[in-house]
């Protein structure tokens, strides 16, 4: 079912991905075959089975008309992945940018969304980036964080262990193992918890919230500093 629902996001029916799977598996079939196989009516069958060939998941065969086939996996894959790039270039081109007076204050919930949050703002970063954060979330970031040093950002991480990221400034601090506080240019924060339980955060770009994130970090580091010496 996993195959269905991921081929169900690109734009297939529930049974077009069920004849597309159908045919992966057993190769050419009529649609008589592929009904009895998967086990739908033969008119659905028929049915996705048609539209999957003008969707160009499948063809007929040249061999015996009464026959599809699927198009090999590799093809389909590229033929989405493409789709999907073309699709993204024109969204990213195209969507207008909000509108803000007074930059709200967001409330983010739940644990995937919250992490996807985290590395969404790490990966727009244009200057740098200070995140207070634990060992365990770094490693769950590292691929935006080197995205980071690689585009020549500063990256300063304050936790309880060293990543050992080349190019990032690491403090040694002991912190609540699900506390996440980041932010990014001097423009926008995201404050709260990552839990795979109850993950919340508080996301804004509001001014007066960003300068006080900003001072409660510079705080810290000095302290960490003092410590230090």
């Not at 400034?169 to 423009?187: K, L, Q, W």
Request: glycine residues 6%; aromatic residues 6%; charged residues 25%.
């Amino acid at each position: 079912m996993e195959l269905i629902q991921a081929l169900k996001k690109f734009g297939f029916t529930q049974q077009e991905s069920l004849m597309y799977v159908t045919l992966c598996k057993m190769g050419a079939m009529t649609g008589y075959e592929a009904a009895k196989v998967s086990g739908i009516s033969r008119s659905n069958a028929y049915a996705a089975l048609s539209s999957l060939v003008e969707k160009g998941g499948a063809i007929v065969s040249s061999e015996d008309s009464s026959k599809y086939i699927a198009i090999p996996r590799e093809e389909l894959i590229l033929n989405l992945r493409r789709s999907c790039e073309a699709t993204l270039e024109f969204l990213d081109q195209n969507l207008p940018e909000q509108e803000e007076e007074e930059a709200p204050y967001l409330t983010i919930s739940g644990y995937g969304n919250t992490l996807d949050k985290m590395r969404n703002m790490i990966l727009l970063a244009k200057g740098w980036v200070y995140l207070s954060v634990s060992s365990s979330t770094v490693k769950l970031l590292t691929p935006e964080l080197k995205n980071c040093i690689e585009r020549g950002l500063k990256v300063v991480i304050l936790s309880d262990e060293d990543p050992h990221l080349p190019g990032i400034v690491f403090m040694h601090n002991e912190a609540p193992a699900e506390n996440v506080r980041i932010i990014a240019d001097t423009s926008e924060v995201i404050v709260g918890t990552l839990e795979v339980s109850k993950g919340q955060c508080l996301y804004s770009k509001n001014k007066h919230l960003v300068s006080l994130m900003r001072e409660s970090l510079l705080n810290e580091i000095e302290l960490i500093k003092i410590r230090g010496i």
